[in-house]
Structures are given as structure tokens and as C-alpha cells.
């Protein structure tokens, strides 16, 4: 059974940080390209931070960009994403995904494998 379980979400002030835990089970994570997505109320979801092999190969939306570091650690299944300045705009639930290696890289939500139930991140003003 595949799970991925994100952690590490909460309430923050702006200008603060947090950083983002995704826990992968059930896959070779080697074998998989991760993607950070987020959506907020109301709003389609919408990629964020992707990587692949390694932070070689890393990939950022336009706002985030400067601000967020997505990595991972093959040896523990776990991808992050530290998230400094936050401000109001980046109040959303946080998932993160999982997408086969071997399949053309994409932002699009609904084309990944694999995905994680959301960790809420709020960013008071």
C-alpha cells in the first residue's frame, strides 16, 4: 500500500518559516520524481516545487521562487520543502506527490501517481 504522509504544516506570522515533511511508503522512492502542490479555498490546486533525482534537477512556481527549497532524502523516503518569508498568499493545505521517474515531468496535478492527504499551512498577516 503506497502512503504518502505530510507533516510539519501550521499557523505562522508573516515573514516566518516552516518547513514540509512528505514520508513515502510502498514505492521506491528512488524510482520517483516528488512534487509539492498547494491549494487554497476556493482555487484549483497548484504546483509549487518539484524535484527529481536530486536538488540537480529542482523545479519552482514563480512566486515561490527565492523563497522555497524543496529536497529530499532517498534514504529516509522523505522529500521537504523549507519555506521562508511566508505572507498571507501562501495560506493553503500543502500536499505533496509522487510521479514515476520514467514519465514525462509535468506541474499538473492529476497527471502524479501518488498522493498525500495535506498538511494545512495558514500565514496570519
Known amino acids: 500500500q503506497v502512503r504518502l504522509v505530510e507533516s510539519g504544516g501550521g499557523l505562522v506570522q508573516t515573514g516566518g518559516s516552516l518547513r514540509l515533511s512528505c514520508s513515502a511508503s510502498g514505492i521506491f522512492f528512488s524510482s520517483y520524481a516528488m512534487g509539492w502542490f498547494r491549494q487554497a479555498p476556493g482555487k484549483e490546486r497548484r504546483f509549487v516545487a518539484g524535484i527529481r533525482w536530486s536538488a540537480g534537477s529542482t523545479y519552482y512556481e514563480d512566486s515561490v521562487k527565492g523563497r522555497f527549497t524543496i529536497s529530499r532524502d532517498n534514504a529516509k523516503n522523505t522529500v521537504y520543502l523549507q519555506m521562508n518569508s511566508l505572507t498571507p498568499e501562501d495560506t493553503a493545505v500543502y500536499y505533496c506527490?509522487?510521479?514515476?521517474?520514467?514519465?514525462?515531468?509535468?506541474?499538473?496535478?492529476?497527471?502524479?501517481?501518488?498522493w498525500g492527504q495535506g498538511t494545512q499551512v495558514t500565514v496570519s498577516s
Open positions: 506527490a509522487a510521479l514515476l521517474l520514467g514519465r514525462s515531468w509535468t506541474v499538473v496535478w492529476d497527471e502524479y501517481d501518488y
